[in-house]
Structures are given as structure tokens and as C-alpha cells.
């Protein structure tokens, strides 16, 4: 996993491949524990696609640190069950009553992430950080993509973290602070075959957070991108991705091949466990918060 962020001053590192990046988090802060972190009461912070991944693990541990947590995401069933598990991390770590909050939200839908924004602003007070984890995978060949799959997969990986951006950075930049956080993708660092959709809209969503970076940075907003590898999740299920139909004889094979392959990575991430992998992933963007 790489982590990108405005926490510090900014150097250039070079990859294998030619590529580069800017690394901007201090190396002694790249491994920190959720352990060490300092505590979070009284920061506000809205987690998107709460529901599973990332989201789901997050949320409860910034409640225990005592963070006031809004989380949204579309399964209002899943979405309660992680509500109830903040009320309890609060509980249990005697941070007294939090009004965590939940909403119910698509975020393919650009114009509702935005009201998503504002409504969690208001209803919190403020919010000293967002955490946006919506993705949407697209696993299909060039030739059987369409502008509407394409498009959709741009305003649930793209449009809709702008629109959440968007939403709240004037509010942040009137109390000169706050964190905006993206969880993106290595596929926005290289983008794989019968990817082209899902690595595109990786590739804006990294561009548009390396600019805004430059531009928020000097009156105090922090930003991060996280581009975790496999982790278990639920990222890869039915309900979740698109594979391709062994539609193209030229193929088929290859795709047949690569649908067995993500279909096994689901829910596995190479036997990784959900909550050793995900901590080592959440502790960086608890850090982040932790600064707000």
C-alpha cells in the first residue's frame, strides 16, 4: 500500500517503472499504531461507504478515540450495525454519549454526495474531516465498454469525492483546518488489463487530489490519498463489480482466467485477515485525523 498525503513538507521519490510520486508523510509516521495515536475527542468526522471495508473498521475506532462519527453508505441494514458498533467503542472507552449519525446515501450520485456533505456539517456542528472510501469497479475489456458503464464508474470513483471536496472546503477553509481523505487504488498508479474504466477514474481521482493539495495546503486543510492493495472486503462482490461476458473470441480465454482470479481474491486478499490488514491501512488516516 502507498500513502500520499499533505502532512509535512513534500519530496520527490522515484519508482521502479519511471513513475514518481510525492511522498509527503514522514517515514517515522508511516507505520504508526491506532495504539499511539493521539486522542480524537471532540472531532467530527464523516465516513463514507461505512457499511463494509475500510468504512466499517474505521468508523468504530475513531468513535473509541473519541471522535462524534457520521457515516453513509447505501445498505441501511449494514449501515445500523456499524452505528451500533461506534455507540458501543464510545461506550466502552468511557468517552460518555457521542451523537454519531447515519445516512442513507448513493454516491453515484454526485449531486447527493454533495447534500451528503452539508447535511453531516450541519447536523454535527462541523466536520474536521472526511473520509471518502466509495469505489466501484469495472472489469471489462476497451471494446465492451460503453460511455454510460464508463461514466457510471466516473461519478462514483470521481465526480462524487469531488462533489464531497467541494461541499466542504469553503467551510473548512473559513475555520482555516480540516482533513480530506480519499481512499483510491494502486490501479491509479498503474492501470491493469479489462481495467481501463476503473483505473481511469483512480488516475483522475489521484490528479485531482495532488493539485488540491497545492492549493488547500497553505491555509491549514491537510489531505491524504490512501491506494491500498487487496485487503479482505467486499469490493469484489456481485453486488459490487462488473465482470466482463466472454463476449470477444480473441478473449475469452484470458478472461475467463481473470474472472476465476478476482472471483478468488474476494473476500481472501491472499489470506490476509480483515483486521490485520485494515488497521495497517486505517492507522494513517487515523494519524491524519488525529491533526485536524
Not at 509516521?29 to 471532540?42: I, N, P, T, Y
Not at 483522475?204 to 479482505?232: C, D, H, K, N, Q
Not at 474472472?259 to 474476494?266: D, P, Q, V
Request: proline fraction near 5%.
Amino acid at each position: 500500500m502507498f500513502v500520499r498525503g499533505r502532512a509535512g513538507p513534500s519530496w520527490m521519490s522515484t519508482r521502479p517503472g519511471g513513475f514518481r510520486a510525492t511522498a509527503t508523510m514522514p517515514a517515522s509516521e508511516q507505520g504508526v499504531a491506532v495504539s499511539a495515536l493521539e486522542s480524537l475527542d471532540g472531532a467530527k468526522v464523516l465516513v463514507t461507504v461505512a457499511s463494509s471495508g475500510i468504512g466499517a473498521a474505521l468508523a468504530p475506532m475513531l468513535a473509541a478515540r473519541g471522535a462524534t462519527v457520521g457515516i453513509a453508505a447505501r445498505r441501511t441494514e449494514r449501515l445500523a450495525e456499524v452505528l451500533a458498533a461506534c455507540r458501543r467503542a464510545s461506550a466502552d472507552a468511557h468517552r460518555g454519549g457521542r451523537d454519531h449519525r447515519s445516512w442513507t446515501v448513493d454516491l453515484s450520485d454526485p449531486g447527493a454526495a454533495g447534500r451528503l456533505a452539508t447535511d453531516a456539517w450541519d447536523a454535527l456542528g462541523h466536520l474536521d474531516a472526511v473520509v471518502n472510501n466509495a469505489g466501484r469497479p469495472m472489469r471489462r475489456p476497451v471494446q465492451r465498454l460503453t460511455v454510460e458503464t464508463g461514466d457510471e464508474v466516473m461519478r462514483t470513483n470521481y465526480l462524487s469525492p469531488v462533489a464531497l471536496s467541494r461541499a466542504v472546503l469553503p467551510r473548512m477553509l473559513a475555520r482555516d483546518r480540516g482533513v480530506l481523505v480519499n481512499v483510491g487504488s494502486l490501479a491509479g498508479r498503474v492501470g491493469p488489463p479489462s481495467e481501463a474504466a476503473y483505473a481511469a477514474s483512480k488516475f483522475a481521482l489521484e490528479g485531482w487530489m495532488e493539485s488540491l493539495a497545492g492549493e488547500v495546503e497553505p491555509f491549514g486543510i491537510r489531505t491524504m490519498i490512501v491506494e491500498p492493495g487487496f485487503f479482505r472486503t467486499e469490493l469484489l462482490t456481485p453486488e459490487s463489480t462488473t465482470f466482463a461476458e466472454l463476449s470477444i473470441d480473441d478473449y475469452d480465454e484470458a478472461r475467463a482466467e481473470s474472472n476465476a482470479f478476482w472471483s478468488s481474491m474476494n473476500r481472501s486478499a491472499g489470506g490476509n485477515s480483515t483486521n490485520a490488514s485494515v488497521r495497517s491501512k486505517i492507522s494513517r488516516i487515523m494519524r491524519c485525523c488525529s491533526a485536524a
